[in-house]
């Protein structure tokens, strides 16, 4: 079942180069609404906790020392299909491979420094939106 919010963070490569206004332009030109945004650093503890779920994946640690290594902006999006229609706009995982026009396509430098995070599922976009915001964070 489709949901109307999705998560999202510009990562630490896309916010260093400057990008993340352009991004979240991208974001508002295709619709969604910014219901929650803030600018933070992930300790390497707290990027283990959200990232959890890969934890015996070999670039567990990798990913989370990359997701430390700078600020990042944090965001509860709202369109309807949220989700899935994030998903299409920042494109495929791996930039080369992602279509043109979208986020990743434009602003990201690897498979690693891939400019954005987007949920994967419904379930995953308010667990994700929880581990940043509190309710009071949150427009209703």
Same mark, same amino acid.
């Given at each position: &079942? ?12 896309? @916010?260093?180069? =400057?990008?993340? =206004?352009?991004?979240?332009?991208? &974001?508002?030109?295709?619709? @969604?609404?910014?219901?929650? $945004?803030?600018?933070?650093? $992930?300790?390497?503890?707290?990027? =283990? ?12 640690? %990798?990913?989370?020392?990359? &997701? ?8 509860? $999006? ?6 899935? %229609? *994030?998903?299409? $706009? ?27 995070? =987007?949920? %994967? ?14 309710? *009071?964070?949150?427009?209703?």
């Amino acid at each position: &079942m489709a949901t109307n919010r999705t998560f999202t963070m510009i990562k630490p490569d896309a @916010f260093g180069a =400057g990008h993340s =206004g352009a991004i979240l332009k991208m &974001m508002e030109e295709a619709g @969604f609404k910014i219901i929650s $945004l803030k600018s933070t650093r $992930l300790t390497p503890e707290l990027a =283990g906790k959200f990232y959890e779920v890969h934890k015996e994946r070999p670039f567990y640690k %990798d990913l989370c020392a990359y &997701m430390s290594s700078g600020p990042i902006i944090a965001a509860i $999006l709202e369109k309807e299909n949220a989700v899935e %229609d *994030f998903r299409k $706009l920042i494109g495929a995982t791996n930039p080369a491979e992602a279509a043109e026009g979208t986020i990743r396509k434009l602003f990201a430098k690897s498979i690693e420094a891939n400019a954005v995070h =987007g949920s %994967d599922s419904n379930e995953n976009a308010a667990i994700e939106g929880r581990f940043f915001f509190n309710e *009071f964070e949150k427009i209703r």
